[in-house]
């Protein structure tokens, strides 16, 4: 329904700070909500935030709880991460999804950028 491009990704120490950005294409009139997941190698993905389309409405993993902010632009279609106070364990491929309704509801999802933070 949309087309995602992550970028921001890059190698940074612990402590650090990086910020993502995702930018959405197609049926950008369609968003309900955008979030950011992540998957270290073998791992499962993990969900790490989400912020609706509409109202602003955020949520985040507690792993992250006080380090990340979301933040959209809705004029734009595009959401970002700022990570900060990075540690290792933050490392890992993040993703954009991109949720649409268009009389079902679809996800989308990007191609990842790979975020790593070295101790």
């Known amino acids: 329904q949309v087309q995602l491009v992550e970028s921001g990704g890059g190698l940074v120490q612990a402590g650090g700070s990086l910020r993502l950005s995702c930018a959405a294409s197609?049926?950008?009139?369609?968003?309900?909500?955008m979030d950011w997941f992540r998957q270290a190698p073998g791992k499962e993905r993990e969900f790490v935030s989400t912020?609706?389309?509409?109202?602003?409405?955020?949520y985040y993993a507690d792993s992250v709880k006080g380090r990340f902010i979301i933040s959209r632009d809705n004029a734009k279609n595009t959401v970002s991460l700022q990570m900060n106070n990075l540690q290792p364990e933050d490392t890992a491929v993040y993703y954009c999804?991109?949720?649409?309704?268009?009389?079902?509801?679809?996800?989308?999802w990007g191609q990842g950028t790979q975020v790593t933070v070295s101790s």
């Open positions: 999804k991109a949720r649409t309704r268009r009389g079902g509801v679809y996800d989308s």
């Open positions: 197609g049926r950008t009139f369609d968003i309900l909500s």
């Open positions: 912020i609706t389309w509409s109202v602003g409405t955020t």
